[in-house]
């Protein structure tokens, strides 16, 4: 793995090497990090992986890009430090990108389970009455996003979907992020994870998840893993994850973390992700 500090605006496009780039690496509480929201860039393929309430700010002082520039995206879960953002990045697009630019309309890479609860429940209210004067005429999801549907590969213990993207191989999995108080993966409200390029875990928002790491563990060069510094009930904490084999916390990079970090010993982990930063596989 390479890791390079962005100084100019990030370029979109790649000589076909596996590029992540944290645009933000914080918790919803911490106003530091921009959230926790990446980009992925292969060859002349793009996705970024959430966009929360404070992201876009973290788009432009991190890369330089502007959200115009981003064509395609992938929601993880309906908290708004990751999905905060979307509403300004699909009405920028329609009205600048879309008007201005030529640009196509945004692709939203999402399973047909979690659809209709993004848009009913999250994006409908703030995008919908934006162009006509009555409530029978009101904009729908096509009008914003080309839907991408990954399939479904596993239905059993955790729910799994696959898509080759334009060259970006994603397996999307189930994650128990919320309600606090479930149990196990098949229970909780939708919430993903990627396994990407057959290469790197990231762990999307998770409790603590040892049959996760089972499950990837072995097969991955490094693993982005969710962590909490201290004590939280649908966030994997530090402590918990120092109780891994020593052959996986040498591979993790810590994200989602607050500005307190340097508080707590994570020497036994690879480091932490960090903003700003190109990831290069």
């Not at 890791?3 to 605006?9: C, P, S, W």
């Not at 502007?66 to 990751?82: G, K, Q, R």
């Not at 060259?167 to 396994?195: C, M």
């Amino acid at each position: 793995m390479k890791i390079n500090k962005i100084h100019n605006k990030l370029d979109l496009t790649n000589n076909g090497d596996l590029e992540i780039i944290f645009i933000g690496c914080g918790n919803a509480f911490d106003n530091t990090f921009h959230n926790n929201n990446i980009i992925i860039i292969k060859g002349n393929t793009h996705i970024l992986v959430d966009l929360g309430f404070n992201a876009p700010h973290g788009l432009q002082k991190n890369t330089n890009l502007e959200l115009y520039d981003i064509e395609t995206i992938l929601p993880t879960h309906s908290h708004a430090d990751h999905i905060g953002g979307i509403e300004l990045l699909a009405l920028t697009n329609r009205y600048f990108g879309m008007k201005k630019y030529n640009k196509n309309k945004l692709k939203m890479i999402i399973t047909n389970e979690y659809r209709d609860t993004l848009w009913n429940y999250s994006l409908k209210g703030g995008l919908s009455f934006n162009e006509f004067n009555s409530y029978e005429n009101y904009l729908n999801f096509e009008d914003y996003f080309d839907e991408v549907q990954p399939t479904l590969i596993q239905s059993e213990k955790r729910k799994k979907y696959y898509i080759d993207f334009i060259g970006i191989r994603l397996e999307i999995f189930r994650t128990n992020h919320i309600p606090d108080l479930q149990k196990d993966v098949n229970g909780a409200f939708v919430s993903y994870g990627l396994w990407i390029d057959n290469k790197i875990l990231f762990t999307g928002d998770t409790k603590f998840d040892k049959d996760l790491i089972e499950d990837y563990g072995d097969r991955a060069e490094y693993i982005f893993h969710d962590c909490s510094f201290n004590p939280n009930p649908v966030h994997c904490s530090l402590n918990e994850l120092k109780t891994l084999d020593k052959k996986y916390k040498e591979k993790i990079l810590l994200m989602h973390y607050s500005y307190d970090f340097n508080n707590y010993d994570y020497s036994d982990f690879f480091g932490l992700a960090k903003e700003g930063y190109r990831y290069i596989f």
